[in-house]
Nanobody, 120 residues
């Protein structure tokens, strides 16, 4: 099982980016999909989560600016980031609880991270 994050880049403050996370491999089911970020010198923090039924939660710092979504058929998650601020600069990681075929429990997987840089 692999998670592949993409879509990062350099953007000016006030701009937008859309991150994508693709899950692949021997996947029976996907529970929660989440986005985390880690800025230089800081701990990794939770940005947003989305359940298999579409329930979402956001960190206070990104509410009303970021939107998390998913496509269960494609095994994809997305993070639409609007009105970006310099403090959003970080490496963004996707994270998911995945059940593999032939197992009966979910395990947590991480993507490799994608850099988002917001210039002032």
């Amino acid at each position: 099982v692999q998670l592949q994050a993409s879509g990062g880049g350099l953007v000016q403050a006030g701009g937008s980016l859309r991150l994508s996370c693709a899950a692949s491999g021997s996947i029976f089911g996907i529970n929660v999909m989440a986005w985390y970020r880690q800025a230089p010198g800081k701990q990794r923090e939770l940005v947003a989560t989305i359940t298999s039924r579409g329930s979402t939660n956001y960190a206070d710092s990104v509410k009303d600016r970021f939107t998390v979504s998913r496509d269960n058929m494609k095994k994809m998650a997305y993070l639409q980031m609007n009105n970006l601020k310099p403090e959003d600069t970080a490496v963004y990681y996707c994270n998911s609880e995945i059940m593999r075929f032939g197992t009966s429990s979910y395990s947590t997987y991480w993507g490799q991270g994608t850099q988002v840089t917001v210039s002032s």
